[in-house]
């Protein structure tokens, strides 16, 4: 069975500190991996996906297949980072798995001053 | 160009009660999925129509339901209504299937309260 776990349910950082949201998943296969973000009153929203390779708003995200990992991190956290970050998988494509995504149950992060 | 459309946004119901949720995904998008979020489970799938044919199916009773137009908007329905369906549920879109990776972009959601 495929499952997500974020460890932490609230992460509480400085303004300018890293940042290292955990997500660790289990599915037999190489799956494909997002983050999803949700700011205060707005809508679900991608931040970023593993195929993509790509920083989004200062955060990175790498796979490490051996650890079963895609930690999200920010090397300076900002005001605005304060959300509610989700990470999520869904089968590759080629299995006909769909859209179908497996969430985990979130990190909510609170950057301070 | 407009985002994915949920309506209603808030609905009362009481016990016993049935209620249809609708979804308007984005043009050009043919895949709707369905999500509950709830505080105590998180986001869960419920289901995913294509070209309207069900592609995938959560872990739900048969009391939910949906089904897709041949425009590509969906509908869910939830009967027989019990105090634990209450939920925000959440519906997304994306252009295809079977192609891995689809980025899916999210209504606002449907808040129901059962009573």
């Known amino acids: 069975a495929q499952r997500v776990t974020q460890p932490e349910k609230l992460l509480s950082v400085f303004k300018g500190a890293p940042v290292e949201l955990k997500c660790n998943y289990s599915?037999?296969?190489?799956?494909?991996l997002f983050w999803y973000v949700q700011y205060s009153r707005q809508r679900l929203q991608l931040l970023l996906r593993?195929?993509s390779r790509e920083s989004i708003k200062g955060f990175t995200a790498d796979l490490n297949k051996g650890e079963t990992s895609f930690h999200l991190k920010k090397p300076f956290a900002q005001e605005e980072d304060s959300a509610m970050y989700y990470c999520?998988?869904?089968?590759?494509?080629?299995?006909?798995?769909?859209?179908?995504?497996?969430f985990g149950t979130g990190t909510q992060l609170k950057v301070e001053l | 160009k407009a985002g994915v459309t949920q309506t209603p946004r808030y609905l009362i119901k009481t016990r016993g009660q049935q209620v249809t949720l609708s979804c308007s995904p984005i043009?050009?998008?043919?895949?709707v999925s369905w999500y509950q979020q709830t505080p105590g489970q998180g986001l869960q799938f419920l289901f995913e129509?294509?070209?309207?044919?069900?592609?995938n199916k959560g872990n739900f009773p048969g009391r939910f339901s949906g089904r897709q137009f041949s425009n590509s908007r969906s509908e869910m329905n939830v009967s027989t209504l019990e105090l634990g369906d209450s939920a925000l549920y959440l519906c997304?879109?994306?252009?295809?299937?079977?192609?891995?990776?689809?980025?899916?972009?999210f209504g606002a959601g449907s808040r129901l309260t059962v009573l």
């Open positions: 997304a879109s994306t252009w295809g299937w079977r192609v891995g990776a689809n980025v899916l972009t």
């Open positions: 599915y037999s296969g190489s799956p494909e």
């Open positions: 593993h195929i």
């Open positions: 129509y294509f070209s309207e044919t069900q592609r």
């Open positions: 999520a998988l869904s089968p590759p494509g080629v299995t006909g798995g769909g859209n179908k995504l497996t």
């Open positions: 043009s050009g998008h043919r895949s």
